[in-house]
C-alpha cells in the first residue's frame, strides 16, 4: 500500500486524475470504478479540466458504479446513477452507453447485485477503482463487520453513513435504508484501488486503515491486502498517522518512472 500526503483536497484531484490519465493513454477503454459523495469531485473536475482542454481524450472510458440505493425512483437526483452520469459521464463527454451500474429497482435485489457482479467481470474486470472512506472506515457501503470475502450485494445503512449522506437528501428520513454495492471481495478484485481521503474527520479511520491490524470492524482495512493500493490523504485526515514522515518520506524518494 503506497501512502501519498498532499497539501488539500485540489492537489489530491489532481494527482488521481493524472494517474488516471496515464491509464487511459496506455488503455483508452479502461473500465474506471467511481465513487459519490462530496470527497471525489476534485478528481472528476481536474478530469474535465483536461478533457476540455484536449490534453485528455476519454471518449473510449468506460464507468461502473461502485454502489447505488435501493428504491429512490428512477431519475431521482440522488440516486447514484444520476451522480455519476452529472458528475462524471456528461463532463468527460461520455453517453449512457460507457456506463455500467446495478438496478436499485429491480424486484428481486439480490438477483440484480449478482448480475452486476457479473457484468463486471464480463467487462474485462475494474481497471482502477476509486473509493472514499467512511468515518467508520466502510468503503463503498461494507459498513463494519462487512465481511472481507463480500461479493456485490444489498446492505443496511448504519445510522451514521445515513446522518452523514442527509446533507444530500431534504432531511434524514429521506435517506434510504438499503443500498447494493460492490462488496469488498469484489473491490480487491480491480486492478489498481485509488482511496482518497480529505478532512480531520476522516482521520481516525485512515490510521486505523492504513497502520492498524486487518479487521472487518474497519472495512478500508482490507486495502492492506491488495498488491497495488495508493492511500491518497490531505494534511488533515493524514493528523492521525504515526508513520507520515515515512510516508512523505517514501514519496519524495520515489523513482521517476515509478507510476501512482
Same mark, same amino acid.
Given at each position: 500500500?503506497e501512502?501519498?500526503?498532499?497539501p488539500?483536497a485540489a492537489a489530491?484531484?489532481?494527482?488521481?486524475?493524472?494517474a488516471?490519465?496515464?491509464l487511459?493513454?496506455?488503455?483508452p477503454d +479502461?473500465?474506471?470504478?467511481v465513487?459519490?459523495?462530496?470527497?471525489?469531485l476534485p478528481i472528476y473536475?481536474?478530469?474535465?479540466?483536461?478533457?476540455?482542454a484536449?490534453?485528455?481524450?476519454a471518449?473510449?472510458?468506460r464507468?461502473?458504479?461502485?454502489d447505488?440505493y435501493v428504491?429512490?425512483?428512477a431519475?431521482?437526483?440522488?440516486?447514484?446513477?444520476?451522480v455519476?452520469l452529472r458528475?462524471?459521464?456528461?463532463?468527460?463527454?461520455?453517453?449512457?452507453?460507457?456506463?455500467?451500474?446495478?438496478?436499485?429497482?429491480?424486484?428481486?435485489i439480490? =438477483?440484480?447485485a449478482?448480475a452486476?457482479d457479473?457484468a463486471?467481470?464480463e467487462?474485462?474486470?475494474v481497471?482502477?477503482?476509486l473509493?472514499g472512506?467512511?468515518?467508520?472506515g466502510?468503503?463503498?457501503?461494507?459498513?463494519p463487520?462487512?465481511?472481507? +470475502?463480500?461479493r456485490?450485494?444489498?446492505?443496511t445503512l448504519?445510522?451514521?453513513?445515513?446522518?452523514?449522506?442527509?446533507?444530500?437528501f431534504?432531511?434524514?428520513?429521506?435517506v434510504?435504508?438499503?443500498v447494493?454495492?460492490?462488496?469488498i471481495?469484489?473491490?480487491?478484485?480491480?486492478r489498481?484501488l485509488?482511496?482518497?481521503a480529505t478532512g480531520?474527520?476522516k482521520?481516525e =479511520?485512515?490510521a486505523?486503515?492504513?497502520?492498524?491490524?486487518?479487521?472487518?470492524m474497519v472495512?478500508?482495512?482490507a486495502?492492506q491486502?491488495?498488491?497495488h493500493?495508493?492511500?491518497?490523504?490531505d494534511?488533515?485526515a =493524514?493528523s492521525g498517522?504515526?508513520? +507520515?514522515?515515512?510516508?512523505?518520506d517514501?514519496? +519524495?524518494a520515489?523513482?521517476?518512472?515509478?507510476?501512482l
Amino acid at each position: 500500500m503506497e501512502i501519498v500526503i498532499v497539501p488539500d483536497a485540489a492537489a489530491g484531484g489532481e494527482l488521481i486524475a493524472a494517474a488516471i490519465a496515464d491509464l487511459l493513454s496506455v488503455k483508452p477503454d +479502461a473500465l474506471l470504478g467511481v465513487a459519490t459523495g462530496s470527497t471525489p469531485l476534485p478528481i472528476y473536475q481536474a478530469l474535465a479540466a483536461r478533457v476540455q482542454a484536449a490534453e485528455l481524450d476519454a471518449s473510449r472510458a468506460r464507468i461502473c458504479q461502485l454502489d447505488e440505493y435501493v428504491g429512490l425512483p428512477a431519475g431521482h437526483p440522488e440516486s447514484y446513477r444520476s451522480v455519476v452520469l452529472r458528475e462524471v459521464v456528461e463532463p468527460l463527454g461520455l453517453t449512457e452507453a460507457s456506463f455500467i451500474g446495478p438496478d436499485g429497482n429491480a424486484e428481486d435485489i439480490a =438477483a440484480a447485485a449478482t448480475a452486476y457482479d457479473r457484468a463486471l467481470a464480463e467487462a474485462g474486470g475494474v481497471d482502477l477503482q476509486l473509493l472514499g472512506i467512511g468515518t467508520d472506515g466502510h468503503i463503498g457501503f461494507n459498513e463494519p463487520c462487512s465481511s472481507l +470475502a463480500s461479493r456485490t450485494r444489498i446492505k443496511t445503512l448504519t445510522r451514521q453513513t445515513r446522518e452523514d449522506n442527509a446533507r444530500f437528501f431534504d432531511s434524514l428520513d429521506d435517506v434510504p435504508h438499503h443500498v447494493i454495492t460492490q462488496g469488498i471481495g469484489t473491490i480487491l478484485e480491480a486492478r489498481h484501488l485509488v482511496l482518497l481521503a480529505t478532512g480531520e474527520a476522516k482521520a481516525e =479511520a485512515v490510521a486505523l486503515s492504513v497502520e492498524g491490524p486487518l479487521s472487518a470492524m474497519v472495512p478500508a482495512s482490507a486495502l492492506q491486502l491488495h498488491p497495488h493500493a495508493t492511500v491518497v490523504v490531505d494534511e488533515a485526515a =493524514a493528523s492521525g498517522l504515526k508513520l +507520515a514522515g515515512y510516508f512523505r518520506d517514501t514519496y +519524495a524518494a520515489k523513482p521517476s518512472w515509478q507510476k501512482l
